[in-house]
């Protein structure tokens, strides 16, 4: 069974300053543990602020250091998930149904990759 | 829209048979109307759009049926009853059947499974409802999984439903002493499932990842189920550091490669990492030290680092605990490596007039290798002519003729 790796992409300048509802962690919380149980989910977190990162760039044969937030980029990743499913269908399926947790104001785009000999 | 309803299916089938299976006690039966409740899905959903919670759907659109048909059932009883006959033995379905809470839902996945594998059945029969139960594979997956025809599947499922409703087998989770045993049937499928997988014992594919894969799947639903069981966890985890090493397994040809000769950095980190967090929570059973066993060798990130003497003597304790002469071959291998290959020759040596041992071709194939490192070559290459003619897998038997050949 192929592995998934989905980058969940968040506008980090629209997101609300107090963090996910303690209604959305519970939801997400319980889909979580039902794709743990149902043997998918292997690995899952959210990532803190862009302002707390550091972009490490090789370029022409030099490295140079980027501390954040990098607010150039609209979306930038705000958590990841591997899950390991039948085929695409099936890990985007899920996907569905964890951006179904969250309340109408949320803007977030999930981008669903196949890892290369999963 | 076909697309998004069969894989909303297959998330949910096993989850819907089993709560249709608590109302009806029939898992042939629920399998039918967890069918006829997709066909629905299929006709529905392309004009009324997908609804939020689609398993949520499906799961009621099968109960609504199942209870209908008990109901039918019931006023069938009623009339009968009427006109003198025994009642049957219907209990009305509870109200609050479709506002349950996980837990119930957790129950009647596990009774289902309890179910799928119980002992009234063949173990074949197991193998293959298990799969289409509880793996949402179809007839001819499954067929093709283990190479046989598909209607020689087909027949061996409907067959086993049948079994079950005749021999009334109830709708249940096993307590007790008959909890223990049951319970090491279902992990005994799990095993042949993901076995028949890792090293198929027949056909022209030295591992079929897929069905590896169902199987490690199972037994982490099983794992989430009975979190309380040591042995499950220890299945887990020996089904995790296995198939960790599946992408190392076999070269670019499809041809096996021995554990000694595998690229570790192809093993697979995270199911590593998971492996040893369920061997964490495991016990002391034979599932368990397996998986111990295959710790070791996770653990060593070179060959030579592997720690032969710990596995000499987990196979030793797995000796005493489920002897067989499979495992006191595996156990004179690790001796031969902590020991020398002479040690590891004389327990092989013993082991020669064993009867259950008497097809199997990796008693010469490692019996020719301790044989070879003792520089005993042309007793080593009969030995490896003998096992290549054993082995039924046509990968195996190439790299066993090449060895012979030295």
């Known amino acids: 069974m192929p592995r998934y790796l989905s980058m969940i992409r968040v506008d980090e300048q629209n997101a609300p300053a107090e963090g996910p509802s303690p209604e959305l962690m519970e939801r997400m919380g319980a889909l979580i543990e039902e794709m743990t149980k149902a043997g998918v989910m292997l690995d899952t977190a959210g990532l803190a602020p862009t302002s ?67 | 829209m076909a697309g998004t309803v069969e894989t909303v299916f297959r998330i949910e089938s096993a989850r819907i048979i089993a709560g249709v299976a ?77 506002a349950r809470t996980a837990e119930d839902i957790d129950d009647d996945l596990l009774r289902l499974i309890f179910t799928a594998c119980h002992p009234v059945l063949p173990t074949r029969a197991r193998v293959a409802l298990t799969l289409r139960l509880l793996g949402g594979l179809t007839t001819e997956e499954i067929a093709r999984a283990f190479l046989v025809p598909e209607p020689t599947v087909a027949q061996r499922i409907v067959r086993a439903k049948r ?12 307590y007790g002493d008959d909890r223990t045993a049951r319970l090491s049937s279902v992990l005994e ?125 987990l196979y030793g304790r797995l000796m005493a605990l489920a002897p067989s002469p499979v495992v006191e071959l595996n156990r004179a291998v690790a001796v031969a490596m902590a020991e020398g290959p002479a040690a590891g020759l004389k327990l092989v040596e013993a082991l020669a007039e064993e009867p259950a041992l008497k097809d199997y071709h990796l008693l010469p194939s490692v019996r020719g290798d301790l044989l070879e490192r003792l520089g005993r070559h042309a007793e080593a290459r009969a030995e490896f002519v003998r096992a290549a003619a054993l082995t039924r897998n046509a990968r195996e038997r190439a790299l066993l003729l090449e060895r012979s050949s030295g």
């Open chain 2, 189 to 313: 499928v799990i095993y042949l499932i993901f076995n028949e997988g890792y090293s198929a014992t027949t056909g022209d594919d030295l591992v079929r990842p897929a069905l590896c894969e169902d199987a490690l799947r199972l037994a982490r639903v099983l794992a989430g189920l009975l979190p309380q069981e040591p042995e499950v966890h220890g299945l887990a985890a020996l089904l995790e550091f296995q198939s960790s090493r599946i992408a190392a397994r076999t070269g670019p040809g499809g041809e096996p490669v021995l554990l000694a000769d595998q690229n570790r950095t192809k093993w697979n980190r995270p199911l590593i990492r998971r492996g040893a967090d369920a061997l964490q929570r495991a016990g002391h059973g034979p599932y368990s030290l397996q998986a111990a066993i295959a710790a070791c060798h996770a653990r060593a990130i070179r060959y030579e680092d592997t720690d032969w003497t710990a596995i000499a003597a």
């Open chain 1, 52 to 118: 707390e990162g550091t972009r490490v760039t090789w370029s022409g044969g030099k490295i140079s250091c980027t501390d954040g937030p990098f607010t150039e980029s609209k979306e930038v990743i705000g958590g990841y998930s591997i899950v390991q499913a039948k085929d695409k269908a099936e890990a985007v399926e899920w996907t569905k149904r964890f951006l179904r947790t969250h309340e109408e104001f949320w803007n977030i785009t999930v981008e669903v990759r196949e890892i290369v000999g999963g």
């Open chain 2, 22 to 98: 608590r109302i009806v006690r029939d898992v042939g039966l629920a399998e039918e109307l967890a069918q006829d409740a997709l066909v629905t899905a299929l006709e529905r959903w392309p004009e009324s759009g997908v609804p939020d919670n689609p398993g949520a759907w499906l799961m009621a659109t099968a109960k609504h049926r199942a209870i209908d048909l008990v109901r039918r059932k019931e006023t069938y009883a009623r009339k009968l009853a009427e006109v003198g006959r025994a009642l049957e033995d219907v209990s009305p379905p509870d109200p609050a059947d479709l």
């Open chain 2, 163 to 174: 079994t079950l409703a005749q021999a009334d087998v109830p709708f249940e989770v096993p």
